[in-house]
């Protein structure tokens, strides 16, 4: 499975992106998706989850209530709606997949646990 992440760009804090990712195959929508970011500098780091029928979803608490995942099976591809951009938002993300329907609560943030990458997006937050 390939996995094409696009939708980032440069933004104003306070503004609006939609991130895309899509999928290679149709096998992708048996299976647990991820979206992950990495600043410069920085350790790659978890931002969100979503199972198979989107029926589990997690944030990290820097992105909660200001990020929002979905997914289109029918489309193969998974979104990432980022409002309230601020700067220390500014990474470039990266979607993953991992061919289990769900994942356990303690492994959805373990970059490890997930068998697919895409390229990443960049996504830069600044006046």
């Known amino acids: 499975v390939q996995l094409q992440a696009s939708g980032g760009g440069l933004v104003q804090p306070g503004g609006s992106l939609r991130l895309s990712c899509a999928a290679s195959?149709?096998?992708?929508?048996?299976?647990?998706m991820g979206w992950f970011r990495q600043a410069p500098g920085k350790e790659r780091e978890f931002v969100a989850y979503?199972?198979?029928?989107?029926?589990?979803?997690y944030y990290a608490s820097s992105v909660k209530y200001r990020f929002t995942i979905s997914r289109d099976n029918a489309k193969n591809t998974v979104y990432l709606q980022m409002n309230s951009l601020k700067p220390e938002d500014t990474a470039v993300y990266y979607c993953?997949?991992?061919?289990?329907?769900?994942?356990?609560?303690?492994?959805?943030?373990?970059?490890?646990?997930?068998?697919?990458w895409g390229q990443g997006t960049q996504v830069t937050v600044s006046s």
């Open positions: 993953s997949g991992d061919s289990r329907s769900r994942l356990i609560m303690s492994s959805v943030s373990d970059a490890a646990q997930y068998e697919f």
């Open positions: 979503i199972s198979k029928n989107g029926g589990t979803i």
């Open positions: 195959e149709s096998t992708f929508s048996s299976g647990s």
